[in-house]
C-alpha cells in the first residue's frame, strides 16, 4: 500500500480541507497542500538535496507549516524541526549539529537572523516562507518558479528532531534512514486508526506547537489518512474549547498543563462551549496529576486516552478512559516494546518496586554525534530507556514517578519531586509550579517549590505557608517542599514540559 500522502488524498478529495488556521480561518485544500509540497520538494531538489540529506526550519504554527513538512517529505529528507523559543546559539546549535544543508525560517526569527546566518557555515540553501528574511531567497518565489508535478521516483523522507532539552543540551534522535516508496505510511497511522477511531471524516485539533514530535507526527499522520486538522497558533484554554464547538472538532492530542489550564477556567466559561463533538482526546508528554485525570473524565466522558512513548520510538505504552479508572495514576501497558523495571545494578526488579523504565523491542536509535548519551539510554542486553522512573503493577500496567535525572536524595531518601508537584497543582491559586531538590548541609538536598500565582499579589510569606501545608495535608512531610518562592512566570515549553533544570541551576549556583 502506497497511497499513504496527501497527494493521494487529493487525487480522491481535492477540496477537501487539509489544514484550517483557528483564528484567522485560513485554508489549505489537499490539492493546494499537495502543490505546494511538490514544489517546495523541487527547490529542494534543484539545491542538490538528494534522499537522505538535511535540512532544518524554525517556522512557527501557521499555514504554510506541513506544506513544508511534506515538502521536505516527497523530496526524501531528514529534516528537523526547531522550536520557535530558543536563541541563536541554540539555533545554530541544532542547523550544525543535524548537518543541515538547507535552512528555512519566518520573519518570525528575524532578530536572530544574522547570528544564525554567520555561525551555520554549511549551510548552502537559506529560504524565508511569510515574507522577507534577511540573507535569504523567498521560498515561495522560487516554489512559483518550477513546475508542480511531483519528482519522480520518490521515497519517504524522515524527521530527525532534537529533545526539548529539559534535562540538558537537546539531542537529536538519530532513528534508521529507510529508502522506502513514499505513501508506505508510518506506524502512527494504524494506531490514529485502531486505538482513536481515525478517518478520513475526522476533525483533528492541534494546540500545540507543530514543531514537537508528537503534534508533527500526528498531524502527518492525519494528512496520511485523509482527515482535516484544525490548528491553533497559539493554545489558549478557552479558545480551545470555543475551536472544539466552532469546527465540530472529533479529535485532539493535548498534555495535561493544558487540562489544568482548562479547568482552572470559572465553570460559567467552560459550560459556555458544546464538547459533544469530541469522540477522543489524547494526552501524553508529561504525567497527569490523578485529580486533574478524574476531572476531565467527569467533563467530556470516558473518551480520554493516554499514551507514553518518545521521539526515539523504542516502546509505546497505551491506556483508555476504562483501563485507567480500574488503574488510577497509570499511563497503560506496552503495545510496542516490553517494559522492565530496573534497578541501579542494572538487574531487573520484582514487580511493585520502583526503578528505571526499559523498553526491550526491536527498534534501535541513537543520538546524534553523542555516542555517550546513546550508550547510557541501553543495557547490555539491548534495552533501552528514556530516562524515566516507574513501576508496574501485578496486571502489567505501568506508573511513572518522575524523570530520573530530577530526583532528589535528601537524607538518603529517594523523593520524587512530581507528587508534590502534582498536589501543589490543584491549588486554585497556584497557575504553575516547579518542585526540585536544593544544597542542603545535613541531608545533601532538601525539597524546594517555585510557584507562580495566578495573582500576582498572591506571593507572601504566608501563602508559602499556606502552600506547604496544603502539600503536607497530601503527602507525607518529608515529599513536602520545605520552603516555597515565587516567580512571575515559570519557562515552561509550549508542548507543556517544564524546563526544570534552568530553575534548579539559578538555586545550585546561588549556593
Same mark, same amino acid.
Given at each position: 500500500?502506497?497511497?499513504?500522502?496527501?497527494?493521494?488524498?487529493?487525487?480522491?478529495?481535492?477540496?477537501?480541507?487539509?489544514?484550517?488556521?483557528?483564528?484567522?480561518?485560513?485554508?489549505?485544500?489537499?490539492?493546494?497542500?499537495?502543490?505546494?509540497?511538490?514544489?517546495?520538494?523541487?527547490?529542494?531538489?534543484?539545491?542538490?538535496?538528494?534522499?537522505?540529506?538535511?535540512?532544518? #526550519?524554525? +517556522?512557527?504554527?501557521?499555514?504554510?507549516? @506541513?506544506?513544508?513538512?511534506?515538502?521536505? !517529505?516527497? &523530496?526524501?529528507? /531528514?529534516? %528537523?524541526?526547531?522550536?520557535?523559543?530558543?536563541?541563536?546559539?541554540?539555533?545554530?546549535?541544532?542547523?550544525?549539529?543535524?548537518?543541515?544543508?538547507?535552512?528555512?525560517?519566518?520573519?518570525?526569527?528575524?532578530?536572530?537572523?544574522?547570528?544564525?546566518?554567520?555561525?551555520?557555515?554549511?549551510?548552502?540553501?537559506?529560504?524565508?516562507?511569510?515574507?522577507?528574511?534577511?540573507?535569504?531567497?523567498?521560498?515561495?518565489?522560487?516554489?512559483?518558479?518550477?513546475?508542480?508535478?511531483?519528482?519522480?521516483?520518490?521515497?519517504?523522507?524522515?524527521?530527525?528532531?532534537?529533545?526539548?532539552?529539559?534535562?540538558?543540551?537537546?539531542?537529536?534522535?538519530?532513528?534508521?534512514?529507510?529508502?522506502?516508496?513514499?505513501?508506505?505510511?508510518?506506524?502512527?497511522?494504524?494506531?490514529?486508526?485502531?486505538? #482513536?477511531? +481515525?478517518?478520513?471524516?475526522?476533525?483533528? @485539533?492541534?494546540?500545540?506547537?507543530?514543531? !514537537?514530535? &508528537?503534534?508533527? /507526527?500526528? %498531524?502527518?499522520?492525519?494528512?496520511?489518512?485523509?482527515?482535516?486538522?484544525?490548528?491553533?497558533?497559539?493554545?489558549?484554554?478557552e479558545l480551545f474549547l470555543s475551536c472544539v464547538e466552532r469546527f465540530n472538532v472529533t479529535f485532539t492530542q493535548l498534555v495535561p498543563t493544558m487540562f489544568v489550564r482548562m479547568l482552572k477556567l470559572d465553570q460559567a466559561v467552560r459550560d459556555r462551549y458544546d464538547m459533544s463533538s469530541l469522540t477522543a482526546a489524547v494526552h501524553a508528554a508529561a504525567p497527569c496529576p490523578i485529580d486533574v485525570k478524574h476531572h476531565m473524565i467527569e467533563w467530556w466522558g470516558p473518551i480520554i486516552h493516554e499514551y507514553y512513548a518518545g521521539t526515539e520510538g523504542n516502546g509505546f505504552v497505551y491506556c483508555n478512559s476504562e483501563g485507567w479508572l480500574a488503574h488510577p495514576g497509570t499511563v497503560g501497558t506496552a503495545l510496542l516494546g516490553t517494559v522492565h523495571i530496573v534497578g541501579d545494578d542494572g538487574e531487573e526488579l520484582p514487580v511493585g518496586e520502583t526503578g528505571t523504565v526499559y523498553f526491550e523491542g526491536d527498534v534501535s536509535f541513537?543520538?546524534?554525534?553523542?555516542?555517550?548519551?546513546?550508550?547510557?539510554?541501553?543495557?547490555?542486553?539491548?534495552?533501552?530507556?528514556?530516562?524515566?522512573?516507574?513501576?508496574?503493577?501485578?496486571?502489567?500496567?505501568?506508573?511513572?514517578?518522575?524523570?530520573?535525572?530530577?530526583?532528589?536524595?535528601?537524607?538518603?531518601?529517594?523523593?520524587?519531586?512530581?507528587?508534590?508537584?502534582?498536589?501543589?497543582?490543584?491549588?486554585?491559586?497556584?497557575?504553575?509550579?516547579?518542585?526540585?531538590?536544593?544544597?542542603?548541609?545535613?541531608?545533601?538536598?532538601?525539597?524546594?517549590?517555585?510557584?507562580?500565582?495566578?495573582?500576582?499579589?498572591?506571593?507572601?510569606?504566608?501563602?508559602?505557608?499556606?502552600?506547604?501545608?496544603?502539600?503536607?495535608?497530601?503527602?507525607?512531610?518529608?515529599?513536602?517542599?520545605?520552603?516555597?518562592?515565587?516567580?512571575?512566570?515559570?519557562?515552561?515549553?509550549?508542548?507543556?514540559?517544564?524546563?526544570?533544570?534552568?530553575?534548579?541551576?539559578?538555586?545550585?549556583?546561588?549556593?
Amino acid at each position: 500500500m502506497t497511497d499513504l500522502y496527501p497527494g493521494a488524498v487529493a487525487q480522491r478529495t481535492p477540496d477537501r480541507p487539509a489544514i484550517i488556521m483557528a483564528e484567522s480561518g485560513a485554508t489549505l485544500t489537499y490539492a493546494e497542500l499537495d502543490e505546494a509540497a511538490n514544489r517546495y520538494s523541487k527547490v529542494f531538489a534543484a539545491a542538490g538535496l538528494l534522499p537522505g540529506a538535511g535540512l532544518a #526550519f524554525c +517556522v512557527e504554527n501557521r499555514l504554510e507549516f @506541513l506544506a513544508l513538512v511534506w515538502g521536505a !517529505h516527497y &523530496a526524501g529528507l /531528514r529534516y %528537523t524541526a526547531i522550536s520557535t523559543r530558543l536563541g541563536a546559539e541554540e539555533i545554530s546549535y541544532i542547523v550544525n549539529d543535524c548537518g543541515a544543508r538547507a535552512f528555512v525560517t519566518t520573519p518570525h526569527k528575524s532578530d536572530a537572523v544574522d547570528e544564525i546566518n554567520a555561525t551555520t557555515p554549511d549551510v548552502e540553501l537559506r529560504v524565508s516562507i511569510g515574507g522577507d528574511v534577511a540573507g535569504h531567497d523567498s521560498l515561495e518565489e522560487l516554489a512559483a518558479s518550477v513546475d508542480p508535478t511531483p519528482l519522480p521516483n520518490r521515497v519517504e523522507g524522515a524527521d530527525m528532531l532534537y529533545s526539548s532539552g529539559t534535562t540538558g543540551r537537546p539531542k537529536g534522535v538519530k532513528l534508521p534512514f529507510v529508502e522506502t516508496p513514499l505513501g508506505a505510511g508510518e506506524g502512527v497511522d494504524g494506531l490514529m486508526s485502531m486505538l #482513536f477511531g +481515525v478517518t478520513t471524516d475526522s476533525v483533528y @485539533l492541534s494546540p500545540a506547537p507543530n514543531y !514537537h514530535s &508528537a503534534p508533527m /507526527r500526528f %498531524t502527518r499522520a492525519m494528512q496520511r489518512i485523509g482527515g482535516t486538522i484544525v490548528m491553533m497558533e497559539r493554545f489558549d484554554p478557552e479558545l480551545f474549547l470555543s475551536c472544539v464547538e466552532r469546527f465540530n472538532v472529533t479529535f485532539t492530542q493535548l498534555v495535561p498543563t493544558m487540562f489544568v489550564r482548562m479547568l482552572k477556567l470559572d465553570q460559567a466559561v467552560r459550560d459556555r462551549y458544546d464538547m459533544s463533538s469530541l469522540t477522543a482526546a489524547v494526552h501524553a508528554a508529561a504525567p497527569c496529576p490523578i485529580d486533574v485525570k478524574h476531572h476531565m473524565i467527569e467533563w467530556w466522558g470516558p473518551i480520554i486516552h493516554e499514551y507514553y512513548a518518545g521521539t526515539e520510538g523504542n516502546g509505546f505504552v497505551y491506556c483508555n478512559s476504562e483501563g485507567w479508572l480500574a488503574h488510577p495514576g497509570t499511563v497503560g501497558t506496552a503495545l510496542l516494546g516490553t517494559v522492565h523495571i530496573v534497578g541501579d545494578d542494572g538487574e531487573e526488579l520484582p514487580v511493585g518496586e520502583t526503578g528505571t523504565v526499559y523498553f526491550e523491542g526491536d527498534v534501535s536509535f541513537e543520538y546524534h554525534n553523542d555516542p555517550e548519551k546513546t550508550k547510557e539510554s541501553y543495557l547490555d542486553n539491548g534495552w533501552s530507556t528514556l530516562g524515566d522512573i516507574g513501576r508496574l503493577d501485578d496486571d502489567g500496567y505501568l506508573y511513572l514517578t518522575d524523570r530520573k535525572a530530577f530526583m532528589i536524595i535528601s537524607g538518603g531518601v529517594n523523593i520524587y519531586p512530581q507528587e508534590a508537584e502534582n498536589a501543589l497543582t490543584m491549588h486554585p491559586k497556584v497557575y504553575d509550579v516547579a518542585v526540585f531538590g536544593v544544597p542542603n548541609e545535613d541531608f545533601g538536598e532538601e525539597v524546594k517549590a517555585v510557584v507562580q500565582p495566578v495573582d500576582p499579589a498572591d506571593a507572601t510569606p504566608e501563602f508559602a505557608a499556606e502552600l506547604i501545608n496544603f502539600c503536607r495535608e497530601r503527602l507525607s512531610s518529608i515529599k513536602c517542599p520545605r520552603s516555597v518562592d515565587f516567580d512571575p512566570s515559570l519557562p515552561r515549553e509550549e508542548n507543556g514540559k517544564l524546563y526544570k533544570r534552568i530553575i534548579r541551576d539559578r538555586y545550585r549556583l546561588e549556593s
